[in-house]
């Protein structure tokens, strides 16, 4: 017998000796009853029926009362229990204790649609930080909810702040997803002068300054070793002087680098001509292209002496940084609409992602700066290259991601840099690691700069002064005797001994004598060297 017929029966017998029992109490009342009132046995039994008809009814009222009462609770459990699940982590601290939201940022954030009508900022998981510049917010957010939920709602909490997108700037942690380090500005960025860098706040910094940033703390990337930049905005916005002030803090912070700096705007970076392997007022393509071939032959050198270290299981060897400027570089992809002419610009961007690739292990790093970011101008395959970016004003979100990356907008915390005020000179938005931070560059006075660019030239000059005699500085004297800047291969190799007549032979004796590669020379029809490579080589090293 199943389990269920089983129970059924059981049910049966006892209903039935219950039913017996209830029989015999019932014909017992009936004669009491009877006996009491005095009424016939007919009337007695319909009296007492009616009566326990209404004791049944109202019974059965009670209970269908108490069943339905207990069916409503039952009827919408599930709601009801998961709104207060609902709340629960919100309402309820980790011990079931009640916790108090923090109301300006909850009510933006739920105003803003970044957390729901049900959900809560802890106030005791904020910290509210006064700046001089306005407030910080660090907090974490419901479990349901990540800070690139917030990154995506802005604007709208710019909006219930009551103050522009750009006053808000957001931070991300790597520490948790659910936190938010918010950053809200009294005023319009950088609407007051922030006070230049001193030179121990630039050799202090973790890094390469680049600006102040909306705080006014110094602002940059972590380093250019293996790390290119692109720097890119419309006319006039401050992409030269920024530059300018990059290179017064790699003077003074950065140690030894071999600069190359090609001036597409001819005397834009003339400043620093003193403290380049090699300068050039140009923009012209072939200009660009001769040093670009320079730079690749340096870096191909390089990969060699690492492939052979590896190759002898020694330490790898260590590079000078090598820092290549050029300024306005769309004017060096440009083609004139020619077969001839298209075909010289796609081997010379051929050429420039090369070199732009070659910087992660070359130690050659390119900080490039255009001033027309629109898609054709610098080729896609180049603009990828760049690990750094920083985009100055431009007019169009379009052109932003030309600079930034297509995906730019998806990232955590975006600054559209077409919303920047343009008339506020030289602030960018650095993108980096995955980071935005609103920058202004530094507009240093020509004084400071040129006592920095003298300092760095006289320290390489009391470097040369001690170099131990070597071909190299033999060869640096013979120059510098006969008052050249260019001297050609087949003068100098007799002049440091090399009797060897054949050309090719004798250029690779004298580039190995030296260790250093040959170049061509200003009309690119000899084949030689220049002072200052020489001079870069003779100072390099520890
Ligand atoms: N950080 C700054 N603070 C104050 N003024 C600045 C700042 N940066 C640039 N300027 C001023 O803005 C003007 C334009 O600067 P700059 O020449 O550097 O712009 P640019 O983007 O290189 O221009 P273009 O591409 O047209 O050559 C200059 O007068 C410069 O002094």
Redesign the pocket.
């Known amino acids: 017998m199943s389990k269920k017929k089983q129970q059924v029966s059981e049910d049966l017998y006892g209903q039935t000796a219950g039913a017996i029992g209830a029989l015999v109490v019932v014909f017992a009342i009936l004669g009491a009853i009877k006996d009491k009132l005095g009424l016939s046995m007919p009337v007695t039994v319909l009296l007492t029926v009616g009566v326990m008809v209404l004791i049944g009814w109202g019974a059965w009222k009670l209970r269908y009362r108490i069943l339905a009462a207990l069916a409503g609770t039952a009827g919408k459990p599930a709601a009801t229990t998961t709104a207060l699940k609902q709340e629960a982590p919100a309402a309820a601290g980790a011990g079931g204790d009640q916790v108090a939201p923090h109301p300006e940022l909850t009510e933006a954030l739920r105003t803003a649609g970044v957390i729901g009508r049900d959900e809560i900022i802890r106030a005791d998981e904020v910290t509210v930080t006064s700046l001089a510049t306005g407030k910080r917010y660090d907090f974490l957010l419901p479990k349901t909810k990540t800070v690139k939920d917030v990154g995506h709602k802005l604007a709208n909490i710019a909006g219930w702040f009551g103050v522009s997108r750009l006053q808000l700037q957001l931070e991300r942690s790597f520490d948790n997803e659910r936190r938010v380090l918010l950053l809200r500005l009294d005023q319009a960025p950088f609407s007051t002068a922030l006070p230049l860098p001193t030179r121990h706040e630039i050799t202090t910094f973790a890094g390469v300054p680049l600006?102040h940033d909306v705080t006014g703390r110094l602002a940059g990337v972590e380093t250019f070793d293996k790390a290119s930049m692109l720097v890119a905005?419309?006319?006039?916005?401050?992409?030269?002087?920024?530059i300018n002030g990059l290179i017064t803090c790699l003077l003074i912070g950065y140690g030894e680098f071999d600069m190359y700096l090609l001036d597409g705007?001819i005397c834009?970076l003339i400043t620093f001509e003193k403290n380049c392997v090699r300068y050039e007022a140009s923009d012209k393509p072939d200009v660009f292209e001769d040093i670009v071939d320079e730079l690749t032959a340096t870096g191909m050198g390089r990969y060699r002496q690492k492939q052979e270290a590896l190759r002898n299981r020694e330490p790898s060897p260590k590079f000078k940084p090598v820092i290549f400027i050029a300024d306005?570089v769309a004017n060096f992809f440009a083609d004139d609409g020619t077969p001839k002419g298209k075909e010289k610009a796609g081997r010379i961007s051929e050429k420039a992602r090369k070199l732009v690739a070659m910087s992660l292990e070359s130690g050659i790093s390119c900080i490039w700066?255009t001033?027309r970011p629109d898609k054709d101008a610098i080729p896609t395959n180049v603009r990828s290259q760049f690990q750094y970016r920083l985009c100055?004003y431009v007019d169009s979100e379009g052109t932003a991601k030309v600079v930034l990356g297509d995906t730019y907008f998806e990232t955590v915390g975006p600054i559209n840099p077409a919303l920047l005020n343009p008339k506020i000179?030289?602030q960018g938005v650095l993108f980096s690691h995955g980071e935005s931070t609103l920058i202004?560059?530094?507009?240093f006075d020509n004084e400071f700069m040129w006592n920095v660019v003298d300092e760095a030239h006289g320290r390489q000059q009391q470097k040369l002064a001690q170099a131990p005699a070597s071909p190299l500085t033999q060869a640096i004297d013979l120059m510098r005797r006969q008052g050249v800047d260019f001297i050609p291969t087949a003068d100098l190799a007799p002049a440091l001994g090399i009797t060897e007549t054949r050309h090719g032979e004798r250029g690779k004796q004298l580039s190995k004598m030296l260790g250093v590669t040959s170049s061509k020379d200003e009309k690119s029809v000899v084949r030689g060297y220049w002072i200052n490579d020489l001079i870069a080589a003779a100072t390099s090293g520890p």
């Open positions: 600006g905005g419309m006319s006039q916005t401050g992409k030269t002087t920024l705007k834009g306005e700066l001033q100055l000179k030289g202004r560059g530094f507009d």
